[in-house]
């Protein structure tokens, strides 16, 4: 195997771990804050919402939240 193989296969490893690392970010993280803050807020409506429909819902208000 030459070392442009090697290479590549480490860019691809780092590009994977990149997106993988900003999905569970996104998925998983996000969620979590957005009820924080509507629990904050006093929107505990919005707070469930955010529980049960956890990342469509969830992650489009944090990123809300967050900018």
Do not use: C, H
Not at 38 to 50: F, H, P, S
């Amino acid at each position: 195997m030459s070392d442009l193989n090697k290479k590549e296969n480490v860019a691809v490893s780092a590009y994977v771990f990149i997106i993988m690392a900003v999905k569970i970010f996104l998925g998983v993280i996000m969620p979590i804050y957005a009820m924080i803050k509507d629990v904050q807020n006093g929107k505990i409506m919005w707070a469930i919402a955010d529980f049960i429909l956890f990342v469509p819902v969830g992650t489009i208000r944090g990123l809300m939240y967050l900018f």
